[in-house]
Structures are given as structure tokens and as C-alpha cells.
């Protein structure tokens, strides 16, 4: 079974960093894609970023653009986003997702927003940032 456990939420002052990590079991990371998305109080989720499976090339959504980065650790079947510059807008359920169909940039993108065609998703981790 695909599992994926994420790690690493907590509460920071707005400007702060945090490390979100998803650790991945029951699959090979390097044959998945896998990305990160949130979820604010009362909000629709929403993809934060993700890494192709077809090229290793990243994606990220404009307002998070400079200030996080996606990375993974195939040696230990895990994804990162390491979150700098974090603004109260950022305070949200961090989610991480993989999926095993192999899809390019633009075809990934072609899928709602809210989930970006990932077909297996762990429990979220909740990060806050304080003003």
C-alpha cells in the first residue's frame, strides 16, 4: 500500500522558515510524481507545488514562487518543501500527494488545481504563521 506520512508543521513569525518533509512507503519515489498542496480555514484546497515524474522538472504556484522549494530524496522515499519568507497567508493544512502516471509539467497542469491528477494522499500538517 502507498503511504505517506508528513512531518515537520508548526508555528512560526510571519518572515520564518519550515521544512516540511513526506515520507513515502509501498513505492519507489523515483517512479512517482509527488507534490504539496494546503488547505486554509475555510478555504478550497489548493496545489502548492509538485515535481514531474516524466523530467524531474518543479512547479510552483506564483504566490509561493521564490520562497519555497520542492525537492525528493529517492534514497529515502522522501519530498520536501523547505518554506521561507512565510506570511500569514501561508498558514494552512499542508498536504503531500504522489501519483504514479507519468505526465509532464503541462499535463499535470491540465488537472484542477486542487489536486493535480495525484492519486495518493497522506494526513496533513498544519503550519501557522503569525504576524
Known amino acids: 500500500d502507498v503511504q505517506l506520512q508528513a512531518s515537520g508543521g508548526g508555528s512560526v513569525q510571519a518572515g520564518g522558515s519550515l521544512r516540511l518533509s513526506c515520507a513515502g512507503s509501498?513505492?519507489?519515489?523515483?517512479?512517482?510524481?509527488s507534490g504539496w498542496f494546503r488547505q486554509a480555514p475555510g478555504k478550497e484546497r489548493e496545489g502548492v507545488s509538485f515535481i514531474s515524474d516524466s523530467d524531474g522538472s518543479t512547479f510552483y504556484i506564483d504566490s509561493v514562487k521564490g520562497r519555497f522549494t520542492i525537492s525528493s530524496d529517492n534514497a529515502k522515499n522522501t519530498v520536501y518543501l523547505q518554506m521561507n519568507n512565510l506570511k500569514p497567508e501561508d498558514t494552512a493544512v499542508y498536504y503531500c500527494?504522489?501519483?504514479?502516471?507519468?505526465?509532464?509539467?503541462?499535463?499535470?497542469?491540465?488537472?484542477?488545481?486542487?489536486?493535480w491528477g495525484m492519486g495518493y494522499w497522506g494526513k496533513g500538517t498544519l503550519v501557522t504563521v503569525s504576524s
Open positions: 509501498g513505492f519507489t519515489l523515483d517512479d512517482y510524481a
Open positions: 500527494a504522489v501519483d504514479d502516471e507519468q505526465m509532464s509539467v503541462s499535463d499535470r497542469n491540465r488537472h484542477s488545481e486542487s489536486y
